[in-house]
């Protein structure tokens, strides 16, 4: 009898479990798209060279890149590794720059960056936006509260 309410319990709170960890991963996926905003944003000012994240939204993968001679590349550290969106999120990027199938948002050494907002949309239709309203301004999460209440 216990076994038969234990299973009842479990099977209905599935689907809610199921949601809520998508719904984090959704979160979990714009704090670190953030992070590297401020990363690119910081390495840029520090070493006086432009700094870009790539996005690739068809392959569902970001990375870093800095420019070196005149050309952007890769990072030589964990940093320049792609990363890969989790699955279930689909990611938009608004953006004035971009270049075939990747687009950027640009770091420069000055400490301005690109205006931009990367939409990030999770399997609950849950929505959080990294976005930069002014190129003097950080990047910074909105979540989908406060999206809702503007």
């Known amino acids: ?6 299973s009842t319990v ?3 709170a599935a689907p809610w479990l199921r949601g809520f960890s998508g719904g984090r991963q959704t979160a979990e996926a714009a704090a670190q798209v953030l992070s590297l905003t401020h990363l690119a944003r910081s390495q840029a000012a520090a070493q006086g060279r432009s700094y870009r994240l790539n996005i690739d939204a068809e392959a569902k993968t970001y990375w870093l890149t800095m420019q070196q001679a005149g050309a952007f590349v890769e990072l030589d550290c964990e940093h320049g590794r792609r990363f890969q969106f989790p699955e279930g ?4 990027l608004e953006s004035s720059v971009a270049e075939g199938q990747a687009s950027y948002i640009q770091f420069y050494p000055d400490g ?3 205006q931009a907002t990367i939409r990030l949309t999770g399997r609950g239709a ?6 930069c309203q002014s190129a003097s301004e950080r990047f910074r999460v909105v ?7 503007s």
């Open 112 to 114: 301005r960056s690109d």
């Open 89 to 92: 999120v689909s990611v938009t």
């Open 10 to 12: 479990l099977a209905m």
């Open 143 to 149: 979540s989908p509260s406060e999206a809702g209440g």
């Open 1 to 6: 009898m216990v076994l038969v309410l234990i």
């Open 126 to 131: 849950d929505v959080y936006e990294v976005s």
